[in-house]
């Protein structure tokens, strides 16, 4: 059996946003708790979340349970900063190290199955959505090294880049899902998604 450990990465300074996005209302909960019940569905043995940027209010507000939470200090050099904070919390028997974004509530736990099912044993796998490559990402631990050793907010991408046609693109349904970075991209998640925010007339526009 593959041992699967889970990492949402959630420590983002939401600058653009001006306000923490971990916590932007979403359906009955938060963003952040939002993809934390999606990956609480998913086939992981070990689930972790890294936050940094409004790290004690997210503490204090978001469902961690579940999760073994790392802090990442230095979460403004970007989320290579959090990859590299959460490595030394992974199990030691963890073959597999799926990456998921904190502020991707369209992830779905099949997709996240499919992934980890169609990567077979490469070391680098991405989901091939119908427009493109896209989070969810796969990650053996002969490239955990690799990982420590990435910088900024692009560092896993530069990764895939680098490997080529080494990376596993594996088939999901669907459109990319959308992240959250500014007020227009949390609206353009709200349109296309099920989840009703009542209050959302009310949060402020920064």
């Known amino acids: 059996m593959t041992f699967v450990a889970g990492l949402v990465l959630a420590a983002g300074g939401s600058k653009r946003l001006g306000q923490p996005k971990q916590l932007l209302p979403f359906g009955e909960t938060t963003l952040l708790d939002h993809v934390l019940s999606i990956a609480r569905r998913c086939p992981f043995e070990q689930a972790l979340c890294v936050i940094g940027g409004g790290g004690p209010e997210v503490r204090g507000v978001v469902d961690l349970e579940g999760f073994e939470v790392v802090d990442n200090p230095a979460f403004g050099e970007g989320?290579?900063?959090?990859?590299?904070?959460?490595?030394?919390?992974?199990?030691?028997?963890?073959?597999?190290?799926?990456?998921m974004l904190g502020d991707q509530p369209g992830v779905t736990p099949e997709g996240v199955a499919t992934l980890i099912a169609g990567r077979g044993d490469a070391d680098l796998a991405a989901c091939a959505y119908e427009d493109g490559r896209g989070h969810p990402f796969a990650f053996s631990r002969a490239v955990f090294g690799e990982l420590a050793t990435l910088h900024g907010d692009k560092g896993v991408w530069k990764l895939m880049d680098r490997a080529g046609e080494a990376v596993v693109d594996v088939p999901v349904p669907g459109p990319i899902p959308l992240d959250v970075d500014t007020w227009e991209d949390y609206e353009a998640v709200l349109a296309t998604s099920s989840a009703e925010v009542t209050d959302y007339g009310s949060l402020p526009k920064h």
């Open 79 to 99: 989320c290579s900063s959090s990859i590299a904070a959460a490595l030394g919390a992974v199990d030691e028997r963890a073959d597999v190290l799926v990456l």
